[in-house]
Nanobody
Framework: QVQLVESGGNLVQPGSSLRLSCAASGFSLDYYAIGWFRQAPGKEREGVSCILSNDPNPHYADSVKGRFTISRDNTKNAMYLQMSNLKPNDTALYYC????????????????WGQGTQVTVSA
């Protein structure tokens, strides 16, 4: 059974850092495209950062460039999103996702999803 489970979300103050984790089971993340997405209330789900099937270099949304870092650990079958200098606009439900083959960071391109972890940035 394919499963992704996120953790690490929290309520933090602006300027803080958080590390989100996503543990995979039932399949190996090694050769999958992976991504982190987020959805704020009333907004469409957006791609935050992805590592695509055809490009080993991470892709980032403009709004998080220089602040977020995506990574994966194949030995642990997990992926991570390190977030720093968090801003109130980063408040959202964050999801990890994986797909056997994906060449873009659009949520419609990914078929396996976690349940989400809430990140709230507020003073």
């Amino acid at each position: 059974q394919v499963q992704l489970v996120e953790s690490g979300g929290n309520l933090v103050q602006p300027g803080s850092s958080l590390r989100l984790s996503c543990a995979a089971s039932g399949f190996s993340l090694d050769y999958y495209a992976i991504g982190w997405f987020r959805q704020a209330p009333g907004k469409e789900r957006e791609g935050v950062s992805c590592i695509l099937s055809n490009d080993p270099n991470p892709h980032y949304a403009d709004s998080v460039k220089g602040r977020f870092t995506i990574s994966r650990d194949n030995t642990k079958n997990a992926m991570y999103l390190q977030m720093s200098n968090l801003k109130p606009n980063d408040t959202a439900l964050y999801y990890c996702a994986a797909e056997e083959y994906a060449t873009d960071c659009r949520f419609t391109d990914y078929g396996s999803w976690g349940q989400g972890t809430q990140v709230t940035v507020s003073a």
